[in-house]
């Protein structure tokens, strides 16, 4: 089966997870998103980012008990799956391939000829 | 530590409106952990609200796109074997269709509450003879009733008129009732123009009024406003018309006219309180009182009158019944057999289709094996499985309406005419719920239990084992369990259809004692307030002589009751020659049915002893009387008749003897399945009535000579109506309606519950067979013999049919004795129906077995090694 392809915020919230570790939860994953990307995140879309994650066996979590500062409620430890991860090196591989050779072009982009009669 | 609290709405919000099951808590606690962080009430107001949002749209979205899927591949299977398909959704039409088609019957007749004010107060009360049959009550004790119940806030009384409307063009036979002032106030219904009957409406000296119905007001009066006032010609007497009904009421059926008692109440018949003139009580119950308390009361009243007026009331009691158990009760136990006829045939709809479903699964565990061990979620696979079969049953119930419409259209021109509430009948809201349910129960029925088996695969397992050793013994079981119960529930709905076979077998071969066919009958009221008796002979005289001079016609003859129509006037009678009995009630009594002379000519009845009438047997000669054989076996066994002496009504208000001239053989008056009971005819010249019954024997089609007669009558009266212009063939027809329903709806039921339970069987048997190919090749390779591989296969199906048979047989003696009140001439257990069933059910099992069985043993060795 080839890996599941990863939508970018999917991606994003995954290595962020793999980052984090043990110290996968919500509000982290959240900070850590917002610190490295420098995008604000919803949390209505980081949410339903984890259970479509959690659906497509990328993402799995188990809960543990909660703090204080969240009223005791409990809190969900996030960690992505084999199969998760087999989806990031693929994405990155993606990538890579993509980029091949062309970091020197990035400086100063491709030019185009100008046409004749215009 | 948070100094502050996240905004209380926010919270409440959250806690109410997350998607439940996706740990709520957790997300809640996230955000409010996060709020410690941002601490904007704004940011947690928005992150909160997004977040319930695109949770219930996510999981929306989830729902519907795995419902899509599952319908799209649903879909696809059906396409892919569109024979199952098919199979499975005609099934289920002919099940739901004929459910539904019953269930409207049953609904609008039995179910529906009756269309007035508190029907449950309503309750119809009449008078027992002391032989304990109902009749109507005497005009006298219903004004005691009236009088004394404290039952009842009203107690009403009314009797049928089929009045003669004259003065308005064609004179016309209208449907009408006689009516106490209160009858309305009973019934809890107000005319919706004009006034309702008044106390002083039902005084003797008052004026006759009438209230008409809606439907008559518009289609005689034109609807007009105006016709409140005028006068209506009732039996050529002027009723004034003072009020009309709202639009669609009626009691009991439609009437046309609702006519005051007034021209009756002081007539001396009716002040005679031993003559019950034919009307019914109808009360409407005080609050919180019962029935049962009702029908006591009545009860003790009747008592108290027994013992004021023995001369009269000797043996005479109170029935009450509610009012729509009563307006029902004969069709009631054909409509309930019928029910449970069609539960029946929806279940064995369902057992079919289960078991197809079941045998299909066991053909796909290969495929959801390899779901399942590819991470394939139970709960999914299920889910499919019964989307696919909810999609199968709503087909099936789609379709199933069409079956219904036509098939109650059907059903209704085959109900017997009288049945009470027909015209209420219809395909409505209620009926297409019930179709709606009906078809969702199937498809939760029938898909569950393969629903259940396929999420019981067990992966790995299946996978390996590749070759289809096939289903597993648990989808066999399950499959003969389906199918027996199939096979019983089959073998019932035989046994009834045989037993109403053989009723309406038994019934076409009674002695009538007369002919029907070839007989016109018509209903013929001589109009005039109170015409004299030898008016009413000139009439009839001139009447019969105009139809015999129709071509066509042989004979013509009027009579004041025909056979099988029932008897109009019964009476109690005594003999000269034998002791008058000490109390009233062992007085015989008789039908008393004035005839002229042709009339056993007519009906073709057979004279035993003495002469008919003639035409001399007129007013002013000697009175005579003719008997039928069971009058004069009862009267006098063993003796001559002929020249016995014979009087009718009470022996103290002695009236003038007849002789008996002649015996005629027995005719059935009270319909084909009652006795004959004893029989008084007499001349029509001695004994004239206003309203007879002309009967005439032609030697064409008697439908096609009733425009002549139309014209006969204008031409002896012109507001002289006809009214029931049937063939007697007809009204011989119309008396077996019930039984004949009967017999169509359960063969009809029974030849489908046959065919489903064959085709299952037949089903079962090949699927086993090409299961077992391989094991049958290797048998056969080791040298059995074709004949033994067929019995061998013909051992599985055909044991599943006779285990079913036996339930089946032990079901339908449970279930026949509902029957009995149909059944004529049959018991309910009879033998010979059963052991005749029992074998048709087993042969086509044993064919559908067969066919399978066969192909087996044709199959070659090595075709069948080669299968693999």
Not at chain 2, 485 to 500: D, F, N, R, S, W
Request: proline share 5%; aromatic share 6%; net charge positive.
């Amino acid at each position: 089966m080839p890996p599941a392809y990863l939508g970018e915020f999917e991606q994003q919230v995954l290595l962020v997870a793999v980052r984090l570790g043990d110290e996968a939860f919500g509000p982290a994953i959240a900070q850590e998103l917002e610190r490295r990307a420098g995008r604000r995140v919803s949390r209505g879309a980081l949410y339903t980012t984890f259970d479509r994650l959690e659906d497509k066996r990328l993402l799995r979590w188990r809960t543990v008990p909660g703090t204080e500062a969240r009223d005791g409620l409990p809190r969900r430890l996030y960690a992505p799956t084999a199969a998760g991860l087999a989806a990031l090196r693929a994405a990155r591989e993606v990538v890579r391939n993509l980029w091949d050779g062309l970091d020197s072009r990035l400086v100063t982009g491709p030019r185009l000829k100008k046409e004749p009669g215009r | 530590v948070r100094s502050r609290r996240p905004p209380r709405l926010a919270g409440w919000l959250l806690r109410r409106l997350l998607p439940r099951g996706r740990d709520a808590d957790a997300i809640r606690g996230d955000l409010i952990e996060d709020f410690g962080r941002h601490g904007s009430a704004a940011w947690f107001y928005r992150d909160a609200l997004s977040t319930i949002v695109q949770g219930h749209r996510y999981r929306r979205m989830l729902t519907f796109e795995s419902l899509v899927q599952d319908l799209r591949y649903a879909l696809r299977g059906m396409r892919k074997a569109p024979g199952f398909a098919l199979v499975v959704i005609v099934t289920l039409a002919l099940g739901v269709g004929a459910s539904t088609a019953i269930f409207s019957i049953v609904n609008g007749v039995l179910l529906r509450p009756l269309p007035l004010p508190e029907p449950d107060r309503l309750a119809w009360a009449n008078e027992t003879n002391g032989r304990g049959q109902t009749v109507s009550v005497s005009w006298m004790n219903y004004l005691d009733w009236r009088a004394r119940a404290h039952s009842f806030e009203t107690l009403a009384a009314s009797r049928s008129a089929p009045f003669a409307l004259t003065g308005m063009g064609q004179a016309r036979r209208l449907t009408g009732r006689i009516v106490t002032a209160n009858f309305f106030k009973a019934l809890g219904v107000q005319p919706a123009l004009g006034r309702d009957f008044s106390e002083a409406d039902e005084r003797g000296a008052s004026a006759p009024v009438a209230i008409v119905s809606h439907e008559f007001w518009q289609r005689q009066l034109n609807g007009d406003p105006a016709a409140l006032g005028r006068a209506l010609v009732l039996d050529a007497r002027a009723y004034v018309i003072v009020g009309v009904m709202p639009a669609g009421f009626r009691y009991l059926r439609p009437y046309d006219v609702f006519a005051s008692a007034a021209p009756l109440v002081d007539a001396e018949w009716m002040r005679d309180r031993g003559n019950h003139q034919g009307f019914v009580a109808v009360g409407r119950l005080r609050r919180g009182v019962t029935v049962e308390a009702a029908a006591q009361e009545l009860r003790a009243i009747s008592s108290d009158l027994t013992r004021e007026y023995p001369a009269t009331n000797a043996g005479i009691g109170a029935v009450v019944e509610p009012l729509a158990a009563r307006l029902v009760s004969q069709v009631r136990q054909t409509l309930l057999v019928l029910l449970g006829a069609v539960g029946l045939l929806l279940l064995i709809a369902c057992a079919n289709v289960a078991g197809l479903l079941v045998a299909r699964g066991a053909a796909r565990r290969h495929e959801l094996a390899v779901r399942v061990a590819l991470g394939g979620r139970r709960s999914r696979i299920a889910a499919q499985v019964l989307v696919e079969s909810l999609l199968l049953s709503f087909s099936g119930g789609t379709l199933g309406v069409i079956v219904a419409a036509v098939l109650l259209r059907a059903l209704i021109a085959a109900a017997p005419p009288d049945t009470p509430r027909l015209d209420e009948v219809g395909l409505d809201r209620a009926a297409l719920v019930f179709a709606a349910l009906a078809a969702t129960a199937c498809g939760l029925l029938f898909g569950l239990l393969p629903a259940m088996q396929a999420s019981s695969v067990s992966g790995q397992q299946l996978v390996i084992r590749t070759r289809a050793a096939g289903s597993s013994a648990s989808s066999h079981r399950l499959r003969r369990t389906l199918l027996a119960a199939e096979t019983a529930l089959a073998l019932v709905l035989l046994a009834g259809a045989g037993l109403m076979v053989r009723t309406l077998g038994r019934l076409t071969d009674v002695d009538l004692g007369f002919t029907p066919d070839h007989v016109l009958t018509v209903a013929v009221s001589i109009p005039g307030t109170e015409p004299s008796d030898a008016e009413l002979v000139a009439q009839t005289d001139a009447m019969l002589s105009r139809a015999r001079a129709i071509p066509g016609v042989t004979a013509a003859a009027a009579g004041f009751s025909i056979p099988i129509d029932g008897s109009n006037w019964n009476s109690v009678f005594w003999v000269a020659d034998k002791p008058v009995p000490a109390t009233h009630e062992n007085l015989p009594s008789a039908a008393m049915i004035p005839v002229t002379p042709d009339y056993f000519t007519v009906l073709g009845t057979q004279l035993t002893k003495g002469r008919r009438f003639t035409d001399a047997d007129r007013a002013g000669a000697a009175r005579v009387a003719i008997v039928n054989s069971a009058l004069a076996a009862r009267m006098w066994p063993g003796e001559d008749p002929i020249g016995k002496r014979i009087a009718q009504g009470w022996p103290e208000r002695h009236q003038a003897w007849s002789e008996v001239v002649g015996v005629v053989a027995d005719m059935k008056f009270e319909g084909i399945a009652e006795a004959a009971g004893m029989a008084l005819y007499m001349p029509f010249g001695q004994q004239p009535a206003a309203s007879y019954l002309l009967v005439a024997r032609t030697i064409v089609d008697p439908r096609s000579i009733v425009p002549a007669i139309q014209q006969a009558a204008g031409g002896v009266n012109p507001d002289m109506p006809l009214a029931r212009i049937l063939t007697m063939d007809a009204i011989l027809g119309e008396s077996l309606a019930r039984q004949r329903l009967a017999r169509l709806v359960l063969s009809v039921f029974a030849a489908v519950a046959l065919t489903l339970a064959s085709i299952g069987l037949f089903g079962f048997v090949s699927h086993t067979v090409t299961e077992r190919r391989h094991e049958l090749g290797v048998r056969m390779a080791l040298g059995a013999t074709r004949a033994r591989i067929v019995r061998q296969v013909l051992a599985g199906g055909v044991g599943t049919a006779v285990a079913g048979a036996g339930v089946g047989v032990a079901l339908s003696l449970a279930l026949t004795r509902s029957l009995a009140d149909l059944l004529y001439g049959v018991e309910p257990f009879d033998a010979a129906t059963f052991a005749s069933v029992t074998a048709i059910l087993l042969g086509v099992a044993v064919l559908a077995c067969a066919i399978p069985a066969w192909r087996a043993s044709r199959t070659g060795i090595t075709g069948a090694l080669r299968a693999d």
